[in-house]
C-alpha cells in the first residue's frame, strides 16, 4: 500500500473524510486581523500610525478608517489662507477627498462621519452610531488619539469615545493611543510602552501623507517624528504607541 493510500485509509478508519484534514486545518485558522483606526481628521491617523496600518495591511489584516470630522477648522489653516473666501463646505469636500486619497494608499478602507469640528461634540445619537459601527466590523486592534491630549480637544473627545463606544459595542479592548500632537508629548505625559518597526514601509508612509495636500508640513514633521521614535527603539523609523490597558510581561527570572 502507497503511504498516500495507507494516510487517506486512516483518515476514514478515523471518521475523517478525504481531505478532512486540510477542511479542519482551515477551520482551525484564525481569521485575519481586524484593525480599526478612528480619527478625530483627515490626516490624523496617517501621520500618527500609517506605517503601522501599511504593515498590518500587508500582513493580511483588513484595516478601516473612521474619521469623526471632516478637519475644516482644527486641520486646514493652510488651505484657508491658500484660497481666501473659501466655504466651508468646499473645505470640508476637499479635505474628506483627501482622507478617502490617503486611506486608499494605505490599502484601508474609510468611513467619514463629518460630525463638525473645532470642537467635535459626541451627542447620544452619535455615540451610538459610532458604536453601531465598531460592533459592525467587530475589530481585534483599535487605534486612536491619547486619553490625555490637550492641544486639540477634538482629539481629547475622540479618545474618550472610542473607549465609551467599544465597551457599548462589547467589542475588543485592544485600544491603542499613537502619538499625541507634535512637540507636546511630555507635557502630556505620553511615555510610549511599545514601538512598531515602520523602516520597510516608510516610503509608503509618506506616499500616503503626500496626499493630504491641505497639510504640506506632515511629511517632514513626521520624518523626524518617525527617526525620533526610531532613535528610541533602535530601529530607523518607528511609530509609537501606549496601551489602554497594560500588559505587563511574566518572566520565570530576571535577567538575561
Not at 493611543?177 to 509608503?204: C, K, M, Q, W
Request: with cysteine; aromatic share 8%.
Amino acid at each position: 500500500m502507497q503511504r498516500r493510500e495507507f494516510v487517506a485509509g486512516a483518515w476514514l478508519a478515523a471518521g475523517i473524510p478525504a481531505g478532512g484534514l486540510r477542511m479542519q486545518a482551515a477551520a482551525a485558522a484564525p481569521a485575519p486581523a481586524r484593525v480599526l483606526a478612528v480619527s478625530a481628521h483627515p490626516a490624523d491617523f496617517c501621520s500618527r500610525a500609517g506605517g503601522t496600518l501599511i504593515k498590518h495591511v500587508r500582513a493580511g489584516a483588513r484595516a478601516k478608517v473612521i474619521w469623526l470630522t471632516q478637519g475644516e477648522s482644527d486641520e486646514s489653516a493652510f488651505l484657508i489662507r491658500q484660497r481666501p473666501g473659501i466655504s466651508v463646505d468646499e473645505v470640508r469636500r476637499i479635505r474628506e477627498k483627501e482622507a478617502f486619497a490617503c486611506a486608499e494608499v494605505i490599502g484601508a478602507e474609510g468611513r467619514m462621519f463629518g460630525f463638525g469640528d473645532g470642537p467635535l461634540r459626541m451627542t447620544p445619537e452619535r455615540m451610538e452610531l459610532l458604536a453601531r459601527e465598531i460592533a459592525d466590523f467587530k475589530p481585534s486592534l483599535i487605534l486612536t488619539h491619547w486619553k490625555d491630549e490637550l492641544t486639540y480637544p477634538t482629539h481629547w473627545r475622540t479618545a474618550v469615545s472610542v473607549i465609551e463606544a467599544a465597551q457599548m459595542a462589547r467589542a475588543s479592548w485592544d485600544i491603542r493611543f499613537f502619538e499625541p500632537n507634535l512637540g507636546t508629548a511630555s507635557r502630556v505625559g505620553f511615555v510610549p510602552d511599545h514601538y512598531v518597526d515602520i523602516g520597510e514601509v516608510f516610503e509608503r508612509k509618506i506616499e500616503a501623507l503626500k496626499t493630504l495636500a491641505a497639510q504640506p508640513a506632515l511629511v517632514p514633521n513626521y520624518t523626524v517624528c518617525n527617526r525620533w521614535r526610531g532613535l528610541e527603539c533602535g530601529r530607523q523609523y518607528a511609530e509609537a504607541f501606549v496601551r489602554w490597558a497594560p500588559k505587563p510581561p511574566v518572566h520565570d527570572l530576571l535577567g538575561g
